[in-house]
């Protein structure tokens, strides 16, 4: 059964950084896209960042320059480095995994989410 865990979450003051960790694992063939939401209290769910099977990256206008995605194959494990961290980055994040089974299928996984609290 595919799992992701997420893990890197946490309060940070302002100006700050954090680095967020995805963790795929059980009945996975690849996994093709990776890519990191948010969803900030009383909004809707959006994309943060993604990352291609071959790394190529695409990120919100919100974030660019600030954050960095990442992915490290042999783990099936996305990262997201987040520098200069604002106040309006408040949110829970999730990730995403594109992905084929063992058996061939096709699906997309989320992950259970990490809050992330930008505060003085």
């Known amino acids: 059964q595919v799992q992701l865990v997420e893990s890197g979450g946490g309060l940070v003051q302002p100006g700050g950084s954090l680095r967020l960790s995805c963790a795929a694992s059980?009945?996975?063939?690849?996994?093709?896209?990776m890519s990191w939401y948010r969803q900030a209290p009383g909004k809707q769910r959006e994309m943060v960042a993604l990352?291609?099977?071959?790394?190529?990256?695409n990120y919100t206008g919100a974030v660019k320059g600030r954050f960095t995605i990442s992915r490290d194959n042999a783990k099936n494990t996305v990262y997201l480095q987040m520098n200069s961290l604002k106040a309006e980055d408040t949110a829970v994040y999730y990730c995403r995994a594109a992905l084929t089974l063992w058996n061939g299928v096709p699906a997309n996984f989320w992950g259970q989410g990490t809050r992330v609290t930008v505060s003085s």
């Open positions: 059980g009945g996975i063939h690849s996994i093709k896209t």
């Open positions: 990352i291609t099977g071959i790394s190529t990256t």
